[in-house]
């Protein structure tokens, strides 16, 4: 018999309902622009820590069409056509994400700020995170620390500078791990990082990595100052991921280098080719304003409102692949 029933109820709806306002509040008082982009695209994030959701066949469409992993690719294009700070709170659709903090379809908060440095959008993000949470955010201050340190502090190691063998040793991976993993160096530093550094983290405050590797760098440029790691950073609580920000690339050239690199690291995997979303290299070609962009799980952050530890607590119709 095929449970009808929502995943939660009435509270945590009124408290997701809270959330929002205080969301909407917070970008209407710092003058940011809430905008609105498509969820189907016949092109495709080519990250590859991160899978689409593929229509194969249509009849709108010859091509492929895939659900939005983040709207940043469409707030981009409105960036470079003049728009000022925007922000999008969204539906997103992600495969092979399904846990206790994983739904593949969730609700992001997504926002651009013009001309902000990485400590700037660090501290925007901070200053929504306790906007939002309010009473319920954590009492001990943030602390912003590099991923390289972190790294060393917890391995002994430096994530830029250990050859791979040495990664895997202090990994203690046995046999079936290292198949699995193979010969990705990323893909190592992210099992150590998950593994090693972040259960770490306080568990009472927000702990912001930024600095992330270069070969982690995704979206977002190379630092001026160091070009081995990348203007990037993500936010805990604890060991929960709250949001993923970056001092944008705004390098067209560079861009669709990393989207070739990233379908060739595809290619290793035995994983599907992503189509190059061509109008983001043409947007980024005709001026991409020099910007700094965020990502927020909406849900996560009311894992932390409702003080919870499983998403099915907040989301009202979870995922079920037999419904």
């Known amino acids: 018999m095929t449970d009808w029933r929502p ?3 009435p509270r945590a709806a009124a408290n997701r309902a809270t959330l929002l306002r205080r969301i909407r509040a917070w970008f209407s008082d710092a003058e940011v622009l809430e905008v609105d982009t498509p969820a189907l695209s016949t092109a495709a994030v080519s990250d590859t820590q991160i899978e689409s959701l593929a229509i194969p066949q249509s009849q709108v469409s010859p091509l492929p069409l895939y659900l939005h992993t983040s709207p940043e690719f469409c707030m981009k294009r409105l960036l470079a056509d003049g728009y000022p700070d925007i922000y999008s709170i969204c539906r997103v659709f992600r495969d092979g994400e399904a846990g206790r903090r994983h739904q593949p379809e969730f609700t992001m908060i997504e ?7 990485l400590a700037d959008i660090i501290e925007d993000t901070i200053g929504l995170i306790g906007a939002a949470l309010s009473d319920r955010a954590p009492a ?11 790294f060393k502090d917890a391995t002994g190691l430096d994530p830029i500078d250990t050859e791979l063998d040495s990664l895997v040793a202090a990994a203690g991976a046995d046999a079936s791990l290292c198949d699995a993993l193979g010969t990705e160096r990323d893909d190592w530093l992210d099992l150590m990082l998950s593994s090693l550094v972040i259960p ?23 630092c001026p100052d160091d070009a081995a790691v990348a203007d990037r950073f993500e936010v805990f609580l604890g060991d929960t991921e709250l949001a993923n920000g970056y001092v944008e690339l705004t390098d067209a050239g560079e861009q669709a280098r990393r989207i070739a690199a990233d379908n060739d690291n595809r290619r290793r995997r035995g994983r ?8 983001l290299l043409e947007a980024l070609a005709a001026g991409l ?9 909406l849900e996560r952050l009311q894992m932390v409102h409702d003080r919870v530890d499983d998403i099915h607590d907040v989301i009202t119709f979870a995922f079920n692949a037999d419904r």
Request: with cysteine; charged share 15%; net charge positive.
């Open 7 to 9: 995943a939660s109820g």
């Open 111 to 117: 926002w651009y700020r013009l001309d902000f440095s």
């Open 140 to 150: 001990t201050p943030p602390v912003v620390v590099n991923y390289r340190d972190a």
């Open 200 to 222: 770490a983290f306080p568990a009472d405050r927000l702990t912001v990595l930024q600095h992330y590797p270069a070969s982690q760098a995704a979206l977002a440029r190379r």
């Open 272 to 279: 599907s080719l992503r189509p190059t979303d061509n109008a």
């Open 289 to 297: 304003p020099a910007c700094s962009g965020v990502a927020m799980g």
